[in-house]
């Protein structure tokens, strides 16, 4: 009976081993997420420029964040992160895209089939908007175009879990701390924003080989 109980040991610690060992010093991450976001601006012109007699507008984004990583050190990772964001209005002639990229770390402490990492992460991007409005006129509606162009660093903290569904394989949910310093060129303005985030990704995590 004691030999019994002694080997399930050995099997359950081998076990647990294995389904940590993608964070073993060597290994790489490779992965991200993917988030379609559709919303409704109640008053568009201050937001958007869309003309003043619009009550609301639909917008829709979407945001790929694909991320990279090497675990230089046991459960340690540093990396980077990329990111593309497509939004537009389909009531308008609007459209903009974003693209970014940062460095990301984070420190996994496992347990079982999951594991608890705290991330820091910072990132430039540049962001490129396109539309047409009208503006009404004597002679009819005149049809004007605006670009604008917008620098934008952000950094962030917080904290996050990931479930090895596989021992290569991880579901992850994060929730953070973000902050954002955004210029804009064509008024010559900054501003500040913060707000809570919140990502669920897919990873795949690929164990040095021995």
Same mark, same amino acid.
């Given at each position: 009976?004691?030999?019994?109980?002694?080997?399930?040991?050995?099997?359950?610690?081998?076990? %647990?081993?294995?389904?940590?060992?993608?964070?073993?010093?060597?290994? %790489?991450?490779?992965?991200?997420?993917?988030?379609?976001?559709?919303?409704?601006?109640?008053?568009?012109?201050?937001?958007?420029?869309?003309?003043?007699?619009?009550?609301?507008?639909?917008?829709?984004?979407?945001?790929?964040?694909?991320?990279?990583?090497?675990?230089?050190?046991?459960?340690?990772?540093?990396?980077?992160?990329?990111?593309?964001?497509?939004?537009?209005?389909?009531?308008?002639? *609007?459209?903009? #895209?974003?693209?970014?990229?940062?460095?990301?770390?984070?420190?996994?402490?496992?347990?079982?089939? %999951?594991?608890?990492?705290?991330?820091?992460?910072?990132?430039?991007?540049?962001?490129?908007?396109?539309? *047409?409005?009208?503006?009404?006129?004597?002679? =009819?509606?005149?049809?004007?175009?605006?670009?604008?162009?917008?620098?934008?660093?952000? *950094?962030?903290?917080?904290?996050? !879990?990931?479930?090895?569904?596989?021992?290569?394989? =991880?579901?992850?949910?994060?929730?953070?701390?973000?902050?954002?310093?955004?210029?804009?060129? !064509?008024?010559?303005?900054?501003?500040?924003?913060?707000?809570?985030?919140?990502?669920?990704?897919?990873?795949? *995590?690929?164990?040095?080989? #021995?």
């Amino acid at each position: 009976m004691k030999l019994n109980l002694f080997t399930i040991l050995l099997i359950s610690i081998a076990a %647990f081993i294995n389904a940590h060992a993608q964070t073993g010093k060597g290994s %790489f991450m490779i992965g991200g997420s993917v988030n379609l976001q559709h919303s409704v601006i109640d008053k568009p012109e201050t937001y958007l420029p869309f003309s003043p007699e619009d009550d609301a507008s639909p917008v829709n984004s979407l945001t790929l964040r694909p991320t990279i990583g090497y675990f230089f050190v046991k459960n340690f990772m540093t990396g980077a992160q990329i990111s593309y964001n497509h939004t537009w209005s389909p009531d308008h002639d *609007y459209k903009a #895209n974003s693209y970014g990229a940062g460095p990301v770390i984070r420190y996994y402490i496992p347990f079982g089939k %999951f594991a608890v990492f705290p991330e820091a992460a910072a990132m430039f991007s540049k962001d490129h908007a396109m539309s *047409y409005f009208e503006v009404p006129d004597y002679g =009819g509606p005149t049809r004007y175009k605006l670009v604008s162009d917008t620098k934008m660093y952000s *950094y962030r903290a917080g904290v996050g !879990i990931t479930w090895f569904v596989s021992p290569n394989v =991880g579901i992850e949910a994060i929730i953070a701390y973000n902050r954002t310093k955004s210029s804009l060129n !064509i008024e010559e303005n900054t501003t500040k924003t913060s707000d809570l985030y919140f990502n669920l990704g897919l990873q795949f *995590y690929l164990p040095k080989k #021995n």
